[in-house]
């Protein structure tokens, strides 16, 4: 009885976790729905009173957001069908092949993972201007088709399916490519579609990047479109702001909730060998 | 395993191609930009040997700029470190019921847009309307203008970082900690040995893997995250208050225009980043089992 009571305390610091990292998207939900009125005199007050669709006609109304929206999309969906291609015929390499310098060529594709950003962004940049590849999507996609810990992870999943299977289509005189489509891929959808929703959470989410390449704001993405909404004083437009803010976070989150289980368990393996 | 080194390298290819392009050209690029005097639009570039390098090592920027690095990085440990090993052990080992609610909704946060985070934040910490202002107005103390003044202004860009990242250090590091088997906690547990000992004696070797993994990822990301909300509130200041080693790689290039100083300052950023993965797979290797 007094160890369960006890055990039941451990809650408290959980729950307080929950708290702070559900406060600001709590205030960012409940300003994005009030008016200039309501933010300023109630901004501790959680629940917007009456609620109001200001901000969002306003955004919807006097802002090119399907623009933004229609650039976002186009970039993440390149972005995360590339990232997969590379990244399953990557990983296939290395679970179904024995070749020269496997693990120095494996390590030094995982080593990327752990570049930092800002040391790329130079080169690359005089790169896509050399190619005039500046202010078009092409210029924020090429940089970002593969991907060091999405190789990784394909290769944590295949690595779980039964040699013996493998084996047995190459008894039938399936070629390597069958093999991949026929065998693998039919395995491991779970983990590939989580695969793939990371990548496209990542490339949504994308700011920095975007940022440098993209200059007229017709070609803005939904991240880099945020900054339009905080002036230099720290801006006074915060309904707005919050509402695009809103928008801009709804799709990941959907995606999160309908795929969570296999999202947090393809997540789990990515530190446990690494 | 087949032996067809062709066809392996035939499925390889792609990513080979992109990763020399776009991660390990830019590295050398880097080391030779860094001898040059330039300004990225004029045709011709001047040959200045070491020299961009002695400027950096001979102003006092570098000294500010490397505290400020030490110290986001410092409070990032705190919090995307320290905190999620401690909340992945009371998750994984202390709690029975609802274990999976906390995990998903924890995580939640690290599916969000830094630049949706620095947004809400910037209101947070408003320092005349912001819900932080109201909260201290309210006990009687004036909020101070958090990204306006030295020192402060890395801890609330820290808090940024560490909102986003916090869920996704603490699932990482739970997924090691479900994996210490329960029966020899149990076992300990029969012969009293306090939360503590667990914890000390069992549980950090066990885990020690993982966790040199998480605490490489709260360095490395923390300072990658780090550019999105500095570049939206700050800028790097007040007066290079919030610039630290990695900002100031895009700064020099993009802001001042410098380009050889741009990139010895990324030769220097990654130097410091090859010490601290050396040092931790020189520890893991020892310690890590690998399959296969």
């Excluded at chain 1, 924020?140 to 295949?158: H, K, N």
């Excluded at chain 1, 190459?170 to 491991?188: D, G, H, M, R, T």
């Excluded at chain 2, 639009?41 to 000294?63: C, D, Q, R, W």
Aim: charged share 10%; net charge positive.
């Amino acid at each position: 009885m007094k160890i369960s009571k006890l055990k039941n305390l451990w809650h408290l610091p959980l729950l307080l976790a929950i708290l702070v990292q559900f406060w600001p998207l709590v205030f960012m939900i409940s300003t994005s729905f009030k008016d200039m009125n309501q933010i300023f005199q109630a901004s501790l007050n959680p629940l917007p009173l009456p609620p109001t669709l200001v901000n969002y006609e306003t955004v919807l109304n006097n802002f090119p957001f399907f623009t933004f929206l229609n650039n976002t999309l186009f970039i993440a969906i390149f972005i995360t069908v590339i990232k997969l291609v590379t990244s399953v015929l990557a990983a296939f390499a290395f679970v179904y092949y024995d070749f020269k310098y496997k693990e120095v060529i494996f390590n030094s594709m995982l080593l990327t993972f752990f570049i930092p950003f800002t040391v790329l962004i130079m080169p690359n940049y005089l790169l896509m201007s050399k190619l005039g590849l500046l202010n078009t999507p092409w210029g924020v996609i090429l940089p970002q088709l593969v991907d060091g810990m999405g190789i990784f992870l394909m290769r944590q999943t295949m690595r779980g399916i039964p040699k013996a299977l493998l084996e047995a289509a190459v008894l039938e005189n399936a070629s390597p490519l069958q093999v991949l489509y026929k065998v693998i891929l039919p395995l491991i959808r779970p983990s590939a579609t989580a695969i793939s929703i990371f990548f496209f959470i990542d490339a949504w989410n994308e700011y920095f990047w975007p940022l440098l390449v993209l200059q007229d704001k017709g070609m803005y993405t939904l991240p880099l479109a945020l900054q339009m909404f905080i002036s230099a004083e720290g801006g006074s437009e915060w309904g707005i702001a919050m509402a695009v803010a809103m928008l801009t976070c709804l799709p990941p989150l959907i995606l999160y909730f309908v795929s969570q289980r296999f999202i947090l368990n393809t997540f789990m393996q990515s530190g446990v060998k690494g | 395993m087949h032996k067809s080194n062709w066809q392996a390298w035939l499925f390889l290819l792609p990513a080979t191609l992109l990763f020399l392009i776009f991660f390990y050209r830019p590295l050398i690029e880097n080391l030779y930009l860094s001898f040059f005097q330039w300004n990225m639009i004029s045709p011709t570039m001047k040959f200045v040997g070491i020299t961009n390098y002695h400027s950096i090592f001979v102003s006092a920027e570098l000294l500010k700029i490397f505290f400020n690095t030490i110290f986001l990085v410092f409070i990032l440990l705190i919090l995307n470190f320290v905190l999620p090993y401690i909340y992945s052990y009371i998750l994984g080992h202390l709690i029975t019921k609802m274990q999976s609610f906390y995990r998903s909704a924890l995580f939640l946060p690290s599916t969000i847009s830094l630049a949706v985070a620095s947004i809400i934040f910037l209101w947070f910490y408003n320092p005349i309307a912001g819900p932080l202002s109201i909260i201290l107005n309210s006990i009687g103390l004036e909020s101070p203008r958090w990204f306006k003044e030295d020192g402060l202004v890395i801890i609330a860009i820290a808090t940024i970082i560490a909102w986003k990242s916090f869920g996704y250090n603490l699932i990482v590091m739970l997924a090691a900690m479900v994996a210490v088997p329960k029966e020899l906690i149990e076992a300990a547990k029969l012969e009293n040995a306090s939360n503590w000992i667990i914890f000390k004696r069992i549980i950090l070797p066990m885990t020690s893997p993982t966790a040199l993994y998480v605490f490489t990822i709260t360095v490395v990301f923390g300072l990658q995250y780090m550019l999105v909300p500095v570049n939206m509130i700050t800028q790097g200041g007040p007066n290079q208050g919030s610039s630290n080693l990695v900002y100031i790689v895009y700064q020099y290039a993009f802001v001042f225009f410098q380009t050889g100083k741009s990139a010895a300052f990324a030769v220097l950023t990654m130097i410091f980043y090859v010490v601290i993965l050396v040092a931790k797979y020189k520890f893991i290797d020892k310690k890590v089992h690998y399959e296969n």
